[in-house]
């Protein structure tokens, strides 16, 4: 699996939007990018994921680059709730007679503080 | 909630002891994955099933093992226990052929003194 770099922190205001970079410049066609984030000792909770094109969904809007070098995750209003360790990892999903592989693969993250 | 179930939440037990962490996937999920999550090591892939095969391993001990159930439900055995084995440990699973997403349960805290 492709190696991915973030920021290991970033800051953002309440009820701003909060934007977490990633770079994953290996990363080959048939890998996806995903998002999960971590709060506090809780189980790592899936955001989003893409393969080329931006996605969106009721948490998070995802949008990767047209090189797939690089992508964001976009918290549109951020809470204090969203206060958390956010992963992206870059995956790849490969099926041998039908079954399929890939486990997730984690890094450092970004330790994302939302604050009043 | 994932709908991954892990038990028990929390466990404290002596060095050497042996002890055994449960995981119910979601429903219809074929896949489990374990995962350890110690303060200095960050989330490690501990070892995958699917459908009751062993499918991947990762960093894990000898003195751990897991196995897959016919009723899809794994079991995490952890034994000789030493006092680094003490971690959250994470089950995840992940519905087979189509299913691209892995959900995490909330967990087991292991105490090893």
């Known amino acids: 699996d492709a190696k991915t770099t973030q920021p290991p922190s970033m800051d953002c205001a309440e009820g701003r939007a909060a934007n977490l970079p990633c770079n994953h410049s290996t990363i080959s066609g048939n890998e996806y990018v995903y998002w999960y984030r971590q709060i506090h000792s809780q189980g790592p909770q899936y955001i989003i994921h893409?393969?080329?094109n931006n996605e969106t969904n009721e948490m998070a809007s995802l949008i990767i680059t047209e090189d797939r070098k690089s992508s964001t995750l976009i918290l549109p209003h951020a809470t204090l709730r969203d206060t958390a360790v956010y992963y992206c990892?870059?995956?790849?999903?490969?099926?041998?007679?039908?079954?399929?592989?890939?486990?997730?693969?984690f890094g450092q993250g970004t330790i994302l503080t939302v604050h009043p | 909630d994932s709908g991954v179930t892990q038990t028990p939440k929390h466990l404290i037990t002596a060095t050497g002891q042996r002890v055994t962490l449960r995981c119910s996937p979601r429903s219809g999920d074929l896949s489990v994955y374990w995962y350890q999550q110690s303060l200095d090591q960050g989330l490690q892939f501990l070892i995958q099933y699917y459908n009751g095969e062993e499918r991947a391993k990762g960093n894990i001990l000898e003195r751990f093992s897991a196995q897959q159930f016919p009723d899809l439900h794994s079991e995490l055995n952890l034994s000789s226990l030493e006092l680094g084995d003490s971690a959250l440990y994470f089950c995840?699973?992940?519905?087979?052929?189509?299913?691209?997403?892995?959900?995490f349960g909330e967990g087991s805290w292991l105490t090893v003194v």
């Open positions: 995840a699973s992940r519905t087979g052929n189509s299913g691209n997403t892995i959900y």
């Open positions: 990892i870059v995956r790849l999903f490969t099926f041998a007679g039908g079954t399929s592989y890939g486990k997730l693969t």
């Open positions: 893409g393969l080329k």
